[in-house]
């Protein structure tokens, strides 16, 4: 079961703004249990760049693929904020990681 890692940053005056977003985004798709479990859901930290947050989501079998679309989607309705960056990336477990390397 892969993971799905968001990490974003935004200076700390627009932070309004990027959390009203985040509830519209929470509206239009909120949690669907049967993509996967929301790990960390939202960690945010203060940084001297700016704010930093990390949400990390273990993804059931066979849903990567629904899951990375839906989150490329809530990620994009963030994009009419200038300022706000964001990664998204796939990260493998420890088991998957070792058969990727003949391991497992």
């Known amino acids: 079961m892969p993971y799905i890692v ?3 940053w935004y ?3 627009i932070g ?9 985004v929470m509206e239009k798709y909120p949690e669907e249990e049967r993509l ?3 790990t960390v859901p939202v960690a945010v930290s203060s940084t001297v ?3 930093e947050c990390l949400s990390i989501s273990n993804i059931k079998p066979n849903m990567l ?7 490329n989607n809530t990620m994009a309705m963030f994009n009419s904020i200038p300022d706000y960056r964001h990664e998204t990336k796939v ?8 058969k ?4 497992g």
């Not at 309004?16 to 519209?24: A, G, L, N, Q, R």
């Not at 693929?65 to 989150?71: D, F, M």
């Not at 990727?100 to 391991?103: D, E, L, P, Q, T």
């Open 6 to 8: 968001v990490h974003s």
């Open 36 to 38: 996967g479990d929301p």
């Open 100 to 103: 990727s390397i003949g391991m």
């Open 11 to 13: 200076p700390p005056h």
């Open 65 to 71: 693929e629904e899951a990375l679309e839906r989150t």
């Open 16 to 24: 309004e703004e990027v959390v009203k977003k985040y509830m519209e």
């Open 49 to 51: 760049n700016g704010i």
């Open 91 to 98: 990260w493998m477990t420890l088991e998957e990681g070792l």
